[in-house]
């Protein structure tokens, strides 16, 4: 199973970009790599997932290294509101008996 | 429209009970799932179904089983409450393995 790492908490102000990394040194070849945002009393909801390089969309940027062993949210400009807890998920698309390993978390606060 | 739905939302209970948590998800997902995420925010899942395959947390006592009436439902059976149950309980559901929708949560209380 990937293992991986997140720092525990960050803090940020309003407007500036937030990067979020994650740990997975023993990431395998057919995972992908996936960021959830949780708020208090609600379930994990979907950002981004890519597998390598950089993906984009209107919320976040995923930034994935050659070697793939670790990845970075990007957050532009963060507001009050993207003050939440955030989860990277590891695992594949195929129907694998493997199971898929969450983070352990990272509770970003945002600051005015 | 709610994409993925549980009841009940609370569950309070005495230790030794049997209770059900119920799960359904209307987007059309093969690939559903129940998650434990206890009071330090920890999210470990639990089971994954697929197809009629179960795939198993090994991790997860066998007081726990999931049950499939049909693709569109998951519910999660448990006996024999235990204090250490008490946590909040997601179910998710996905197409391959892709993007995970998640329900609002069970917060489940064994007292």
């Keep these: ?112 | 429209d709610t994409a993925v739905s549980q009841t009940p939302k609370y569950l309070v209970t005495q230790m030794g009970n049997d209770k059900s948590i119920k799960c359904e998800q209307n987007l059309g997902h093969d690939t559903m799932y129940w998650y434990k995420q206890d009071s330090k925010k920890f999210l470990k899942i639990m089971f994954s179904y697929n197809n009629k395959e179960l795939i198993i947390n090994e991790t997860v006592p066998n007081r726990f089983s999931p049950k499939s009436p049909d693709k569109a439902h998951l519910n999660l059976h448990i006996n024999s409450l235990e204090l250490g149950d008490s946590a909040v309980y997601f179910c998710a559901s996905s197409q391959d393995r892709r993007e995970q929708y998640f329900g609002p949560g069970t917060r489940l209380t064994v007292t």
């Design chain 1, 1 to 112: 199973l990937a293992k991986t790492t997140q720092p525990i908490s960050m803090d940020s102000y309003e407007g500036q970009e937030v990067n979020i990394t994650c740990s997975h040194n023993n990431i395998a070849t057919n995972d992908y790599i996936t960021w959830y945002q949780q708020f208090p009393s609600q379930g994990p909801r979907f950002i981004i997932q890519g597998y390598k390089t950089k993906v984009k969309n209107e919320v976040a940027s995923l930034f994935i290294p050659a070697d793939r062993k670790s990845s970075t949210l990007s957050l532009p400009r963060v507001s009050l509101s993207d003050t939440a807890v955030y989860y990277c998920l590891v695992g594949p698309h195929s129907k694998s008996a493997r199971q898929l390993t969450f983070g352990s978390g990272t509770q970003l606060t945002v600051l005015p």
